[in-house]
């Protein structure tokens, strides 16, 4: 029994040790996610945020893996428009554009992401087979953010959906 309980703390310690967790701070928003539960490797995660138009201001969090980085890539992106209330969401709308760009067998389904369940989940497939999973959801009225990953849903995709959090960054005064 011992043997067992000393086995079962060395696998959780080691587990513990490899855990993946990301965390960014996009303009005004802090984004966290962890991959841990995922043989995923980051390479790296880096993130801009960009004011030009003040009322359509974007961010990106770009993760990259260390296997295969050239094609198994992700990046969360944050468009907050504080001048106009109520950001475009439109889930089918956005499977006629991926159509159009030439994805195949695009879907789109219903998926609580970060706490929000009316977001949307769409898997396609690229013309080479590979799968490609666009998430979409409201943080606000006047926030949407977007989940974008050619990574497998079971080798980083599935876990960055389940630990995603985005949220108002906390200003120390």
Do not use: C
Not at 13 to 31: N, Y
Not at 75 to 88: S, V, W, Y
Not at 97 to 102: V, Y
Not at 144 to 159: F, K, N
């Amino acid at each position: 029994m011992k043997l067992i309980l000393v086995a079962f703390s060395v696998l959780l310690l080691v587990s513990l040790s490899s855990a993946t967790v990301v965390e960014q701070k996009i303009g005004p928003f802090d984004i966290s996610f962890d991959l841990t539960n995922t043989s995923m490797q980051l390479n790296s995660s880096a993130s801009y945020w960009d004011e030009s138009f003040p009322a359509a201001a974007t961010g990106v969090v770009y993760i990259v893996p260390k296997s295969k980085p050239s094609h198994e890539m992700a990046h969360i992106m944050i468009l907050h428009n504080a001048e106009h209330n109520g950001m475009l969401y439109d889930p089918d709308g956005l499977e006629t554009s991926l159509e159009a760009e030439g994805l195949l067998n695009v879907q789109t389904y219903t998926r609580t992401i970060d706490g929000n369940r009316n977001g949307a989940l769409t898997i396609s497939e690229t013309t080479d087979g590979r799968k490609y999973y666009l998430a979409e959801y409201r943080l606000d009225e006047n926030t949407l953010v977007e989940v974008s990953s050619m990574m497998p849903m079971d080798g980083g995709t599935g876990d960055l959906l389940n630990t995603i959090h985005v949220g108002k960054a906390v200003v120390a005064s």
